[in-house]
């Protein structure tokens, strides 16, 4: 279909009042404590994993989103430099096919996982009906909104299709956490309990001592080799806990 000159004019007059919707905080937000965690214009605020001098490689920013691009050495992993408690995050986030990523937080960015990557809670990312990391792990640990290998997600949650945003939220207060997806809680477990204490027992992280103990630690978006786009990252701290 052909536009009309004029509705070419008006295309361009909405599109950039749309990327402005995103990366703000509303009066009310401001007002209940949330904060922005990415600019949406920058990587101010974050750095690399591989350190906190080393430039941030692997990220592109254009119109409001942050872009982890595809790369073979999966050292694109971008870090928060402010270090959080208790606190509720938001984020939204777009796969593309066949993707993986995750959210991760409680991280100390000095303890590596692998060469490539630092350890803490995962908030899964993955194309579940593609991805073969889908069928790994245990009941499903290794989801969208798993805390990865550890507690599987609800299965009937509401996950929208690839190439479509999706919001992510975590919740930690104390040792209680919840996932949260599009609006509707997924996840939720305490540290303390014996479920908890028999998954971890179970994970990948099992000989990382005092892993699943952290009070605090940084937000960490996960570069696994694929593209994965994020935008409207926000946190509230729930104490004044925030280094």
Do not use: C
Request: proline share 3%.
């Amino acid at each position: 279909m052909k536009l009309s000159f004029a509705a070419r004019v008006l295309l361009l007059l909405l599109v950039p009042a749309v990327y402005a919707q995103n990366n703000t905080l509303s009066p009310k937000e401001k007002a209940a404590g949330w904060r922005l965690l990415w600019d949406g214009t920058s990587m101010h605020g974050w750095h690399s994993a591989k350190g906190a001098n080393v430039p941030v490689e692997g990220a592109e920013i254009k119109d409001g989103v942050l872009q982890l691009r595809s790369s073979e050495s999966h050292q694109g992993d971008v870090v928060s430099d402010d270090i959080f408690g208790d606190f509720e995050l938001t984020v939204d986030f777009k796969l593309t096919r066949g993707a993986n990523s995750g959210v991760k937080y409680f991280v100390n960015d000095k303890v590596n996982e692998a060469a490539h990557s630092v350890i803490g809670f995962e908030y899964q990312l993955l194309d579940d009906d593609v991805h073969p990391d889908a069928k790994l792990g245990r009941n499903g640990d290794r989801k969208t909104a798993s805390l990865y290998d550890i507690l599987p997600a609800a299965e009937n949650k509401p996950t929208r299709p690839i190439g479509e945003w999706n919001t992510a939220r975590i919740v930690v207060r104390g040792n209680h956490g919840e996932h949260w997806l599009n609006g509707v809680k997924v996840l939720e477990y305490d540290r303390t309990s014996a479920t908890f204490r028999e998954a971890l027992a179970q994970s990948k992280f099992k000989d990382f001592k005092g892993f699943g103990d952290a009070s605090d630690g940084h937000i960490l978006l996960q570069d696994h080799g694929d593209v994965v786009y994020f935008r409207n990252i926000k946190i509230r701290p729930l104490t004044a806990h925030v280094k």
